[in-house]
Nanobody
Framework: QVQLAESGGGLVQAGGSLRLSCSAP????????VGWFRQAPGKEREFVAV????????YYADSVKGRFTISRDSARNTVNLQMNSLKSEDTAVYYC?????????????????WGQGTQVTVSS
């Protein structure tokens, strides 16, 4: 069973920044799709960003485009999510997810492996 591990969540004021990291020693991220999702209380889990394949193609939800950046550190086999200009509506549990296919998908059921989640709270 492949397990992803997230780190970097916490409490930040609106306008601030946080950096989340996702690691999975059992996977080679350069040949997978690795995405970030989030789930706020009472809401469905929603797509945030994904990085795919050897070329590192990225795709973002409209709500975070221009504020969040997903990147891959191949040496450490981690995927990071840099979150800038945070807003109160970004408050959620953030999950890292991976799938072996490199085709683009923004739906949670398409992802085979998941982390436990890390809480991000943005105070206004």
């Amino acid at each position: 069973q492949v397990q992803l591990a997230e780190s970097g969540g916490g409490l930040v004021q609106a306008g601030g920044s946080l950096r989340l990291s996702c690691s999975a020693p059992e996977l080679t991220f350069s040949v997978n799709s690795v995405g970030w999702f989030r789930q706020a209380p009472g809401k469905e889990r929603e797509f945030v960003a994904v990085i795919r394949g050897a070329e590192g193609s990225t795709y973002y939800a409209d709500s975070v485009k221009g504020r969040f950046t997903i990147s891959r550190d191949s040496a450490r086999n981690t995927v990071n999510l840099q979150m800038n200009s945070l807003k109160s509506e970004d408050t959620a549990v953030y999950y890292c997810a991976a799938r072996r296919s490199v085709s683009l998908s923004t739906t949670p059921p398409a992802y085979e492996y998941w982390g436990q989640g890390t809480q991000v709270t943005v105070s206004s």
